[in-house]
């Protein structure tokens, strides 16, 4: 008993789930537009980066929806994805000559674009060390980023090594792939050697804002909880700012030269909460 209007284009559906499968295959940006039913009560929705957002509205209750989970499934998953997130490798002894953890970056959009991934060692035994395989070709430990052209469709291999040379130990190393252009495309993958991922919480919390990006020299933090600290790593992983969280509170780049800087928002008990890119010019 329902009938959805949208404009531009001007088109009549019964029910918005069908208007929500028409929009995943048009692919709109943003759309706006309502859907009547019966008892004068009626659905206000926004099309807004593949999340329905809807509003029911009636004489007595204005009720605000987010149908993120659901809906992210019927219009169409995230630009990048890193899978399988995280990766778990055990049982590397001193000995061993190397350690793997397989992953691939996925590209979810219809286009192509050049992609960069950018190593970050969030904790490695001394002694250990880091190598990344991409697409393309397997860096030497040095190599901390790289780009590759990054085709529609594909997936690409993004496999983490670590070498123990001779010590037992165990290592968190963080892999974060994003467009060039579009940097708010990006995935961070997760790969843990010897280690266990319990505990830690999804480092793709889409609703924690650092803002502005890009930044002149100072941004603020939104949305996080239960965060300790703030740290700043550059383009070879080397952390470069640390500060102790808090809300409202600004964070200064002064000093630090332009360029792209990863933000890693860590808890109160140490674990890595989220990962952002931020650009400084």
């Known amino acids: 008993g329902e009938r959805c209007t949208i404009a531009p284009p001007l088109l009549l559906w019964p029910g918005w789930l069908y208007l929500a499968l028409w929009l995943w295959v048009v692919g709109q940006p943003t759309l706006q537009g309502n859907c009547y039913g019966s008892e004068r009560k009626f659905i206000t929705f926004t099309v807004r980066n593949s999340i329905l957002y809807l509003k029911y509205v009636s004489m007595k209750k204005n ?9 992210t499934l019927v219009l169409g998953a995230q630009p990048i994805v890193i899978n399988p997130n995280p990766v778990v490798v055990t ?4 000995s061993a000559f190397e350690g793997v953890g397989h992953s691939v970056a996925i590209n979810n959009t219809n286009t192509g674009f050049v992609a960069r991934w950018r190593r970050t060692v969030v904790q490695m035994t001394d002694g250990w060390q ?7 070709v397997c860096y030497f ?8 052209q990054f085709n529609p469709g594909e997936e690409a291999r993004v496999d983490v090594h670590v070498y123990p040379g001779g010590v037992q130990g165990s290592a968190l190393i963080e892999i974060q792939v994003f467009n060039t252009t579009d940097t708010t495309q990006s995935a961070v993958g997760v790969y843990y050697f010897n280690q266990s991922p319990t505990g830690v919480t999804d480092v793709q919390q889409d609703w924690v804002k650092v803002y502005p990006n890009p930044t002149d020299g100072l941004f603020t933090i939104a949305g996080a909880e239960e965060v300790g600290r703030v740290d700043i790593f ?7 700012r640390q500060f ?5 509170q600004w964070y200064s780049l002064a000093g630090l030269p332009r360029g792209s800087y990863t933000v890693r928002l860590i808890s109160t008990s140490g674990q890595s909460v989220v990962t952002r890119l931020m650009n400084k010019y």
């Open 130 to 136: 880091s190598a990344i395989c991409d697409k393309n």
């Open 91 to 94: 049982g590397i002894v001193a």
């Open 244 to 248: 102790v969280y808090g809300e409202n």
């Open 234 to 240: 550059n383009q070879a992983g080397q952390r470069v």
């Open 63 to 71: 009720i605000l929806l987010l149908a993120g989970l659901l809906f």
């Open 141 to 148: 430990p040095s190599v901390s980023t790289q780009t590759f």
